[in-house]
């Protein structure tokens, strides 16, 4: 994982993608939508999985983690 600061250049691009390509709350929803996928299949080890995936607590966490960035659906008020 890579910690710090971005830089202008990414700040402006990432900016650009979410402003105009793609609405936050859609990419979220959708980020949820594959981790339920993803959770589904390997734990009813699917055949269509053709790769293992090592680190899959750390792909679903990472991703729920992107997912409420994006669209904050599980913070408590």
Do not use: H, Q
């Amino acid at each position: 994982m890579v910690t710090g600061n971005l830089s202008k250049d990414v700040e402006t691009r990432l900016k650009d993608f979410f402003s105009e390509i793609v609405y936050p709350k859609d990419m979220a929803k959708t980020i949820r939508e594959v981790n339920y996928a993803l959770s589904l299949c390997v734990m009813r080890k699917c055949e269509t999985l053709e790769f293992d995936l090592k680190n899959v607590d750390d792909n679903f966490y990472w991703l729920n983690r992107l997912a409420e960035v994006l669209d904050p659906y599980l913070e408590i008020d």
